[in-house]
Structures are given as structure tokens and as C-alpha cells.
């Protein structure tokens, strides 16, 4: 609903997006300080209340229609949904063997992508059947997460921790190509997450209810595709998965560069995202070369890694966009192909002590 609000409500042109974009990511930068709140409670625990503080946020959103007020939503919800990515991430690579860890995340995907889809019919019918405002869409959809989370918090049972984590942050050598294509990979979602959905609503003129439509297409794809793509790394590897990724995101950023027909646009949008969540193989590349005690502390400082580029991409590419939006999806390609480079020094096998590999290694 963001960039349906900031053009319909708000007004807001390229500059605009990229300034409220920067703001979102500014708590993605500052994931590193995740680890210290291991000192005060459980990452589980943690997970919880940064859902509540994002939907929280999420909920009173259109009663601050202003574009100080739209910021300061903005980083409230960002700050909840970070912190619980961050959470999650870790936990995820905690809990699951290393052997199934693949499978099992894409079936992790794949339910909250059907949750995905049920909020996405809800703001379909509210939109587009009973004229719903945007103020009433984002209330009962933020009051629903935040029962939701407080459901989960009571019911749920507190699950054992594993192998004890670092209270500090932890910088390897070692770790230093996961790094790089974590910061990669966040320079490179920028141009998707900000400007390939802008540019369905500024240029093709997409509405809400579509631009809802497409969003819960975009979850179906990932429902039947997650699964499949974390059983695919299981048999053909991390450093295959990525290779594949890498290619289709530079084509489809070439060829947003140049669409003119909305189909052809929104080919590209669904193939983009069903590509992302190939990134599971990123995940899982770290959690073969990972000592299991720095998986929190990694987690928090991958976040503010994968944000580095996040905070000042918007901004500047949402200045290039006002010159030229394709020299924006051009320099997304440039970015994909840099990732295909690093994701060839990943080994076949990734293990500990041998986390990258600098020539060709047999499948």
C-alpha cells in the first residue's frame, strides 16, 4: 500500500520515495545493535515485540498523512520489522539442521506467503468493494498483527535454545564473502523493492486493487516456488542457486530499463520476486562456514551490512530517476552481475575453512 499512499494521498514524486525509503532503512543499518538485546532477553521474546512495534505503526499510518508523519511511521514500523528479521534469521539457522535447513526454510516461505495472501485478498475487497480509506486499511490490518503477535506470544511454548550465542558483535575474516554478497544483495533489492513497484504506479498509472492483485499473485508464485527452489539447493548447491539468481535478475533489470507495455512490466515484476527467494541459498552458504555461536551476532551485523548501500540508494537513484529512470534498473544490472562474480568464489561443498574457492571447483 506504501507507494499507492505516498502518489495517491501524498503526492510524492521520485525524490520523495527515495527520502522515505532511506528513512525505512535506516533501522536495516543500525541491525548490529540486535545482539545487545540478547543482555536483556531471549531472541524469541525479541521476535514478538518487534512484530507488535511493527504493526503497531503500521496501524495509525494513515492518520499522520503528512510527509513528516509518513517518515515517522515509517521508521517506527521498519525499526519492529528489522529487529524481527533479524530475530528470525537467526533462529531459523539455530534451530534447522544444516542437512534440511534449505527445505525446510522454503516451506517457511511458503506459509507466510499464504498469510500473505489472505491480507492481500482482505485490502483487495476493502479497496476495491467496500471503499475502504487507506487510513481504515492500514488500522485493521496493524490491529490484526499486533493480536496476532500477542496470540502467538501466550499460546506459543518458549523453545529451547541451542548452542549459546556471542553478547558481542563478531567481524571474521573468514565470513568476508558472505559479507560481500550481503551488501551486494542489498544495494540490488533497493531497485526492486523502491522503484520497480513505483514505476508500476507512476508510469503505468496501477491502482491499489491492482497493484494489490499483483502483490498476491507475487505470493502464489512464492508459495508453489520456495519450496521447490530450497529442495533444488539441497540437491544442486548454494553456489549453483545464486549463479541462477544473479543471471535472471540482470535480464529482468536490462529489460525494466526499456519496458513500455504494463504486461510485459508485470512479467518482469513476478519473475523478479520469485528470483529473490533464491536468496535462501545466501543463508545457508553462512550456516555450512558458521561457528553455530556467532549465528546471532552475524545476523544483526548482516542486516546492517545488507543496509550499508540501502540508506543512500533511494535518495540518490530516486534523483537519477527524475533524469532517467532506466539509467536506475541499468545500474541494478551492473549490481547483479558483480553478485554473479562473488556468488563463483562459493564452494561447492562450503564447509569451515573452506568458504571460498578461487578456481572452478567440479559439481
Not at 145 to 162: E, H, N, S, Y
Not at 172 to 190: E, I, N, P, S, V
Not at 252 to 266: L, R
Request: glycine content about 8%.
Amino acid at each position: 500500500m506504501v507507494n499507492n499512499f505516498a502518489v495517491e494521498v501524498l503526492s510524492f514524486s521520485g525524490r520523495e520515495i527515495g527520502i522515505q525509503q532511506s528513512i525505512r532503512e535506516i533501522p536495516g543499518f543500525l541491525s548490529f545493535a540486535a545482539v545487545f538485546l540478547l543482555l536483556l532477553g531471549r531472541e524469541q521474546t525479541w521476535a514478538y515485540i518487534s512484530l507488535i512495534l511493527l504493526a503497531g505503526a503500521a496501524a495509525v499510518t494513515g492518520y499522520f498523512p503528512t510527509f513528516t508523519g509518513f517518515l515517522i511511521t515509517t521508521f517506527i514500523s521498519s525499526v519492529g520489522f528489522h529487529y524481527y528479521e533479524t530475530m528470525h534469521q537467526s533462529l531459523s539457522l539455530q534451530w534447522l539442521p544444516k542437512a534440511t535447513a534449505p527445505a525446510t526454510m522454503g516451506k517457511i516461505l511458503s506459509v507466510g506467503s499464504f498469510a500473505q495472501l489472505a491480507t492481500f485478498g482482505f485490502v483487495f475487497a476493502a479497496s476495491a468493494w467496500m471503499a475502504w480509506s487507506f487510513t481504515g486499511i492500514f488500522l485493521f490490518t496493524g490491529i490484526a498483527g499486533c493480536v496476532g503477535a500477542i496470540v502467538l506470544w501466550i499460546l506459543f511454548p518458549t523453545f529451547k535454545d541451542g548452542t549459546p550465542q556471542h553478547k558481542k558483535l563478531i567481524l571474521r575474516k573468514r565470513y568476508w564473502l558472505y559479507y560481500a554478497l550481503t551488501f551486494m544483495g542489498g544495494a540490488r533489492r533497493q531497485i526492486f523493492m523502491v522503484f520497480a513497484g513505483f514505476m508500476l504506479v507512476e508510469k503505468f498509472g496501477f491502482t491499489l486493487p491492482q497493484m494489490t492483485m499483483l502483490a498476491a499473485a507475487n505470493v502464489f508464485v512464492m508459495m508453489i516456488a520456495a519450496p521447490l527452489i530450497g529442495s533444488w539447493i539441497v540437491k544442486i548447491g548454494e553456489r549453483t542457486v545464486l549463479s541462477i539468481e544473479y543471471i535472471g535478475l540482470a535480464l529482468v533489470f536490462a529489460a525494466y530499463a526499456f519496458v513500455e507495455h504494463w504486461e510485459i512490466a508485470v512479467a518482469l515484476y513476478l519473475l523478479d520476486h520469485a528470483l529473490f527467494s533464491m536468496a535462501i541459498a545466501m543463508k545457508t552458504y553462512f550456516q555450512k562456514i558458521a561457528d553455530p555461536a556467532d549465528i546471532a551476532p552475524t545476523a544483526g551485523v548482516a542486516f546492517t551490512i545488507n543496509h550499508i548501500a540501502a540508506v543512500f540508494i533511494p535518495v540518490l537513484f530516486g534523483l537519477l530517476w527524475l533524469i532517467s529512470p532506466a539509467a536506475v534498473f541499468l545500474a541494478g544490472a551492473a549490481m547483479a552481475l558483480c553478485s554473479l562474480f562473488l556468488a563463483r568464489l562459493v564452494p561447492v561443498v562450503p564447509l569451515p575453512g573452506h568458504e571460498v574457492v578461487w578456481r572452478s571447483e567440479p559439481a
